[in-house]
């Protein structure tokens, strides 16, 4: 069995990689082969691991602690391996975010993505964005209730406090010479499983805020609509690089308002109705 990983396996968001670098690893340290690797697993084939790695083939949760086992990991590594394989395999943004949340509860995880919470903070809840956006008012106040009255729906006094400090954190707000708060550059970036995780959780936020708005909302107060098109691909691809430009100009727009007083959320979705309608080759 295989002793002291060369690698740490908390610095990982995906077991792939893990996987994939442990073998580099020791492959440099020992000319380790892939043969070699899957007998310390209890392997009988040496494809199947290369095939995990490769992402064609997917690990159950028994052969997840096989695995760990036979690269030595132990206690909370083996455990945070297992957990691992969980979250890259989870198949729908639920499953994936209450995998994450698990991750973050170990330790040396958080040691090393001190900034995790913050980030799964700021995309899974509608107001962090909006918040980072009021700042932009000239009568804009550091202060949670002041804020918490503001937003629509409204959130509680706690939320608002909490949404501040995590936006300072982020370096989202800052403040200014004079103290006063003020959007800032900070960027929020992550690994790129958890980006995408973040980022998937913040749409869906937003969508369902975009379906509640029919009913909060008298119709002068938004702007809904839809189409349905049938396009080739060049025309999605046209469609697409409209879609930027549009979202780029709206970005301007904000830019150079004299007055901003207020927040508000443009939704553009674009997505499949039907097929493609290529030709497969199984098919021909």
Known sequence: MATDPPIDVFAFLDY???LRAYYEAKKEQRGLSYRSLARLIGLKSASYLKHVIDGDRNLSEE????FASGLGLKGDALEYFVELVQ???AQTIETRLRAHHRLRSFTRHRQLFPLGAQHADYHSTWYMPAIRELAVRTDFEEDPEWIAERLRP???KREA??????LLTLGLLVRDERGRVRQGEGLVTTGAEAQFLHIAAYHQTMIKMAAESLDRFAQRERDVSALTL?????????????LRAFRRELLE??????QPRQVVQINIQLFPLSDGGEEHEDEA
Do not use: P, W, Y
């Open 87 to 89: 979250f890259n395999q």
């Open 63 to 66: 052969m997840a602690s096989r």
């Open 161 to 166: 406090k909490h949404a501040l400090e995590t």
């Open 253 to 258: 727009l904000s830019e150079v308002a004299r």
């Open 154 to 156: 409204k959130i509680s």
């Open 16 to 18: 792939r990689a893990f």
């Open 230 to 242: 049938c396009l080739d691909q060049e025309g999605l691809r046209e469609v697409k690089e409209r």
